[in-house]
């Protein structure tokens, strides 16, 4: 062990390590998987494919919500009545607004120190790239490595500010959008889409002068969530109140989110819904690499720039553009 914070880890080290579930290695291996480096990846990939069977064990949990809902507060909060379960917590957080790995508003781990000094949670968060497909890779990835680790529950935040909460939903089992009372719609940049995938919504600040005010916003929303048609789980999204900062409403959200669990595994959606997650991360990932691979192409960036000049002063048409990029990329 002397060396081993240095030196590079073989796979079976990694795999062992997470198994084992030390944390050193486990934040090493998400390093990893972060890495965009070739060699970095072919490592990565070898990793994941030997923890694979390890896997799937945990409830992932995903949660949005503007920035200033209370998102880290509540983090906190839940996270250590979670751990006040025994139940041991992964939290990975996305801050799609920085692009900067370390010293992100959402990386910064003092916004849930009493979680972060507890020993059944573990906080990482995600860097953010600039595609937004790379990052849910890796934190779809990083996700699974702490799967493996053996974590009873995931939780996954991000600022619900655009795609990036559409991706988390495509990653979780059960989508928690935290709303604010008082504050309309429009305000909290919350697209009525956002709140056709939630599975639940919370609303945060549920204290002091703010309790009436929460209370009315709660009808609001569950009367407004009663005009989206129901899906095809037959499970209706539920409004609840909560003050993270007093503690309060943490165990009614545990036990909507069990009864959601239960409600979606006697129906057999539950496994079905991961199902088709991995499907279509298996598309996106496509999608991903074959756009990688056309714009990297040197041959199709130098035809690619004359085409454009062509199409934007009207002399070439869109179609004709866009059969010489792919018979010279097919031709390649
Ligand atoms: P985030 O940007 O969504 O992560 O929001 P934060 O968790 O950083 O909270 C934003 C502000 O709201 C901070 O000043 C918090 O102290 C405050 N806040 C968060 N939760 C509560 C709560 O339950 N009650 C009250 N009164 N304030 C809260």
Sequence with gaps: MTNIRKRRLSVSE????ILEGNRMILSRAITLVESSRPQDRRLAEQVLEEIMPHTG?????????VPGVGKSTFLESFGLYLTGLDKSIAVLTIDP??????????????????????????????????????????????????????????LIETVGVGQSEVAVEGMVDFFLLLMLAGAGDELQGIK????????????????????????????????????????????????????????????????????????????????????????????????????????QDPNIQYLYGDLKKSVSKGKLPVSAAVRKLSEAFLNR
Aim: hydrophobic share 35%; glycine share 8%; aromatic share 8%.
């Design 14 to 17: 990694y795999v062992q390590g």
């Design 57 to 65: 064990g945990s409830l992932r949990i995903g949660i949005t919500g």
């Design 192 to 295: 009525r889409g956002i709140m056709e995938i939630a599975d639940a919504l919370v609303i945060t600040k549920s204290d002091g002068d703010n309790v009436a005010r929460s209370k009315i916003a709660r009808r609001q929303y569950q009367n407004a969530l009663h005009l989206f048609p129901p899906n095809k789980t037959e499970w209706y999204p539920k409004v609840l109140t909560c003050s993270s900062v007093e503690s309060r409403g943490m165990k009614e959200i545990w036990t909507l989110i069990k009864r959601f669990e239960e409600h979606m595994k006697e129906r057999d959606f539950f496994h079905q819904r991961r199902a088709e997650q991995n499907l279509r991360w298996l598309e996106e990932s496509i999608n991903c690499y074959l756009l990688e691979q056309f714009y």
């Design 97 to 154: 607004t920085s692009q900067k790995t370390r010293g992100s508003i959402l990386g910064d781990k003092t916004r849930m120190e009493e979680l972060s000094n507890d020993p059944r949670a573990y906080i990482r968060p995600s860097p953010s790239g600039k595609s937004l497909g790379g990052v849910h890779e890796k934190t779809r990835e990083s996700m699974l490595l702490c799967e493996a680790a053996g974590f009873d529950i995931i």
